[in-house]
């Protein structure tokens, strides 16, 4: 089973930052959406962000637009999540997953409706006020 794998969750305050990475196999980062995913207790999975591997376009839930930004390294297979101003509310299971395919040259990479068959470990995020 191929696995991705998750870094950078911690603890923080309130207003603080952290920056997690996804880095996916390079079969899976060739030519993927990906996206990131949370889930707190009591609630259910959220997707956050997504991005293309062999584009640009990016899609953002609501409740992060302007704090969270996802970007990639292409030459380290490496998907991050850049998160400021960070929010009680913020806290939560975070986890990278991947739908590979050559499909998203025409499909839009915006999680809904996307069949993702990678899912790295989670890592947590925990924001203090």
């Known amino acids: 089973q191929v696995q991705l794998v998750e870094s950078g969750g911690g603890s923080v305050q309130a207003g603080g930052s952290l920056r997690l990475s996804c880095e996916a196999s390079?079969?899976?980062?060739?030519?993927?959406?990906m996206g990131w995913f949370r889930q707190a207790p009591g609630k259910e999975r959220e997707g956050v962000a997504a991005?293309?591997?062999?584009?640009?376009?990016?899609y953002y839930t609501d409740s992060v637009k302007g704090r969270f930004t996802i970007s990639q390294d292409k030459a380290k297979n490496t998907v991050y999540l850049q998160m400021n101003s960070l929010k009680p509310e913020d806290t939560a299971m975070y986890y990278c997953a991947a739908a590979p395919g050559e499909e998203w040259w025409f499909r839009p990479c915006v999680i809904i409706g996307v069949d993702f068959g990678y899912w790295g470990q989670g890592t947590q995020v925990t924001v203090s006020s």
């Open positions: 390079r079969s899976i980062y060739r030519s993927a959406c």
């Open positions: 991005i293309y591997t062999g584009g640009s376009s990016t």
